[in-house]
């Protein structure tokens, strides 16, 4: 608990420095969003100002994001896609289908 409320102080401090929202003169607005709009076309060589900042200028944060969402979804579909019961083994087919796919196999070698 004690860990927590470290945190939560922690995070107060930090926002409490950030600027302030929509502010005119913020680092964002007087410097990088100049620069990103001056040199995106001319050094990405990509029309799209927004592709460009999204595949070269910050390739490696879409990347890690990719990744991220990625790794989530295999760990859902692992999770939810393994089923065991109460023994902790996997479920055995019902023996109505091993016969029916017994059926199919013999009326294949048939043909």
Same mark, same amino acid.
């Given at each position: 608990?004690?860990? %927590?409320?470290?945190?939560?102080?922690? %995070?107060?401090?930090?926002?409490?420095? %950030?600027?302030? %929202?929509r502010q005119a003169d913020a680092p964002i607005r007087t410097r990088v969003e100049p620069y990103?709009?001056?040199?995106?076309?001319?050094?990405?060589?990509?029309?799209?100002?927004?592709?460009?900042?999204?595949?070269?200028?910050?390739?490696?944060?879409?990347?890690?994001?990719?990744?991220?969402?990625?790794?989530?979804?295999?760990?859902?579909?692992?999770l939810l896609g393994r089923q065991e019961d109460d023994r902790g083994s996997a479920p055995e087919?019902?023996?109505?289908?091993?016969?029916?796919?017994?059926?199919?196999?013999?009326?294949?070698?048939?043909?």
């Amino acid at each position: 608990m004690l860990c %927590l409320g470290l945190l939560g102080v922690l %995070l107060l401090v930090a926002t409490a420095s %950030l600027p302030p %929202l929509r502010q005119a003169d913020a680092p964002i607005r007087t410097r990088v969003e100049p620069y990103y709009i001056e040199n995106a076309i001319a050094q990405t060589a990509t029309p799209n100002i927004v592709s460009a900042i999204l595949a070269d200028y910050r390739s490696f944060d879409t990347f890690g994001e990719t990744t991220v969402v990625f790794a989530a979804g295999l760990a859902v579909f692992l999770l939810l896609g393994r089923q065991e019961d109460d023994r902790g083994s996997a479920p055995e087919a019902p023996p109505d289908s091993r016969a029916a796919i017994a059926k199919r196999s013999k009326r294949s070698e048939r043909s």
